[in-house]
């Protein structure tokens, strides 16, 4: 006996030989199967950052307006105009606008979709509870035919609870709460990009109307001195001292001159109306577009380093996350391949009378695990999987993509501002020279020392130089915004900026030392 116990203890017997090595396979079928169970570790691609977004530095004339390079986040760049109706409208736009409202009620829903994913994580508590009220039926024989006698009334009352858990043993829930969660982060960006977007359609907005309202102004000028002028003339001829081509050459003058003023009002009324749009509003609201002096080109012109644009580009945030939701689905994608477990558990009362029913007899309770596994499907999970895996190397290249595009537009940015800066010196140069040009051709003219072809080159060469002076001015604002636009944010300065004169500096715009252009 005793060595037969001994053996027993050396050798472990059959019941116990089949449990330790269903244990052990089943150990190891889990640990190989968890190693099989690995998607794409995301990462963002590498990219080379430049140390300049311009091949060669901007060649920027001196001046007080400069390019001010920095590594912080930008915020609220509109303040640098310092002009309160352009703030009070994007406020109002910010508060109004569908689109942004749209955005943010789809950021909510992205965010209640991470949640409910998460729950999945936890384990599922229900109750149930009941009761009915049914006849037996009784089946008996007579003579080989069979018939039913009705049988008795009863009641059963029947409550449980019941709790299930889905062990995630190859993270697919996991990889679930992690594409929604970085499916909220894109919405997240996607809704800054909007609210950057949509302060700069005001602001455009604003200029567009600003600058169609001052080339109205200045038109119906013309006009009236063209008409002043084309009165002056027809006296003339009716004394004898003018010809009449001259007289029709200033009525013709006179009818171009103002022939400008109703598209240019139009442009006023379409400014007008595209502001209401943005403000949530009809085109029928009387909005005011405020002066083209009431707007002041910043003293500093705040530009991210390329170092930092990838923090401040709202498109590379939600490029970064979109790489994320691939890897994420990836990884769904891979966990399909296998098992998925569920471990379950109710307990209640069950009885027929409503004493019994809370009598420890009429308790019920029950335990249980499954298992499911796919083994043969056609393919499709494979397939499932190569696709996702093929999506993570779209998003990963749309990314970069996105980087250099952001470079690109920043770049762009940078010459046209330069350009613009350029030609609006010129311009009102311009401007100033044919307005004295003009002044004295007309003295000239009233002192008999010319003729009136060179009045009416001088008006021409005015009236041409003023309107490209106001679109110039106008174009150095809407470059201004396209910068910080490409930068991807506002700007919001460490310490108040001091206003500027209410008559916008001329002088051009050039870096600070060192400024990568």
Known sequence: MAQENAAARRWPGPRRRRRGIAILLGSGLMIGLAGCAVGPHWSVPKMHTPLSYNAHPAALPAGQQKVQWTQQQARSWWL?????????????????????????????????????????LAPQVSANAGISRARALRTGADGGQSYRIPGNLYSLFLGTIDVSYNPDVFGRQKDLVHAARAQAAVTK?????????????????????AAARAQLHSAQQIATADAHLLKLLQQEYKLGDQNLQNVEQQAAMTAAARARIAPLAADLAAARHALAALLGQTPNVALSIPALQSLHLPARLPATMPSALAENRPDIQAATAEIKVAAAQAD????????????????????????????????????GAGLAAPIYNGGSLHAERRAALTQYQV??????????????????????????????IQQKQAQQSSAKALHLAEARYRDGATDYATVLNAEIAYQQDSVAAIQGRSQRYLDSVALFVALGDGWQPDQPESKPHSVPSDTPMVNTAGAPA
Do not use: C
Request: hydrophobic share 45%.
């Open 332 to 367: 769904v994608a891979t966990a399909n391949l296998y098992p998925q477990f569920n471990i379950s558990a109710d307990i209640g009362k069950a009885a027929m009378t409503g004493g019994l029913f809370f009598n420890p007899i009429s308790t019920l309770w029950s335990l």
């Open 395 to 424: 998003a990963s290249d749309q990314y970069r993509g996105t980087v250099l595009n952001a470079f690109k537009q920043v770049a762009d940015a940078l010459r046209t501002l330069q350009g613009a800066d350029t030609a609006y």
């Open 189 to 209: 960006a996607n809704l800054h990009q909007s609210e950057v977007f949509l302060a700069a359609d005001v602001s455009r907005a604003i200029i567009s109307g």
């Open 80 to 120: 640098l105009f310092h002009s309160k109706p352009l703030n009070n409208y994007i406020q109002q736009a910010m508060q109004a606008n569908p689109d942004l409202q749209a955005a943010h009620a789809a950021l909510a829903r992205q965010q209640s979709l991470m949640v409910a994913a998460q729950g999945g």
